[in-house]
């Protein structure tokens, strides 16, 4: 089966940075779309960032200039390294991705990982 997994969520200052990580694996045909998640306590899921299979990206207003997603189509990974963190940002991180098994290629399907914490102290 096709999962994903983030890791590289803790704890940090404000100020500080913190680069998340989100493996696809599994039988894989193809990814199209990844992007991150966040949710705070009592909050709404917000969409924090996106990237294409071309490497186009877009941004929430919150983060633009302090976080940068990219990725790897080699290790089907994507990456959000966070610089400036601010109190704000702590929240469960999760990705998601677009991807076609190849038990189904060419057939799409939306996948989640299971969230990774990340908390800002000020």
């Known amino acids: 089966q096709v999962r994903l997994v983030e890791s590289g969520g803790g704890l940090v200052q404000a100020g500080g940075s913190l680069r998340l990580s989100c493996a696809a694996s599994g039988s894989i045909y193809n990814i199209k779309t990844m992007a991150w998640h966040r949710q705070a306590p009592g909050k709404q899921r917000e969409l924090v960032a996106t990237i294409a299979s071309g490497g186009s990206t877009n941004y929430a207003d919150s983060v633009k200039g302090r976080f940068t997603i990219s990725r790897d189509n080699a290790k089907n990974t994507v990456y959000l390294q966070m610089n400036s963190l601010k109190p704000e940002d702590t929240a469960v991180y999760s990705c998601?991705?677009?991807?076609?098994?190849?038990?189904?290629?060419?057939?799409?399907?939306?996948?989640w990982g299971q969230g990774t914490q990340v908390t800002v102290s000020s």
């Open positions: 998601n991705a677009d991807i076609s098994p190849r038990v189904m290629a060419g057939g799409y399907m939306a996948y």
